[in-house]
């Protein structure tokens, strides 16, 4: 009977080892599962994190030549508004110019003039225009 009881109680003690096996293996494996699904969630937000970078890339790179389109059309449109502010430099001088010939014309018509009304009137004397220094 002692025998019997030896082995009831090896027997029971293995169930026991067994069970313990049976638990530990249980917890690895969800262990291992639980990592692997952890690792697969960064693995996945590893490679959303890389999509928007290469993203993120591609937009400085079409802001870098947005910038530089830019920056040669501002060199443009400053050289043409330099051509522009010369052109009304230059209009504005011709323009004083013209006035200025324009008065001196008025002023010879008016000398001219009074030149022919002195010449149809008798008895006047002539006299020296101050259009004359003008000339």
């Not at 313990?20 to 639980?34: C, G, H, P």
């Not at 490679?47 to 790179?61: A, F």
């Not at 059309?73 to 330099?82: C, F, G, T």
Request: glycine content about 2%.
């Amino acid at each position: 009977m002692e025998e019997k009881k030896m082995i009831q109680l090896l027997q029971n003690r293995i169930a026991y080892l067994s069970d313990k096996i049976e638990d530990a293996r249980d917890m690895l494996f969800s262990e291992v599962d639980y990592h692997e699904r952890s690792f697969a969630t960064e693995c996945e937000n590893f490679l959303k994190l890389q999509s928007k970078i290469k993203i993120g890339k591609r937009k400085c790179e079409e802001l870098g030549r947005l910038i530089k389109n830019y920056k040669l059309q501002q060199s443009l449109m400053k050289k043409q508004l330099e051509q522009m502010n010369s052109r009304i430099e230059e209009n504005k001088k011709y323009s004083d110019y013209l006035l200025r010939r324009k008065d001196r014309a008025d002023l010879l018509a008016e000398y001219w003039r009074n030149q022919v009304a002195q010449a149809l009137q008798p008895n006047v004397s002539f006299s020296m225009s101050p259009v004359r220094e003008i000339l």
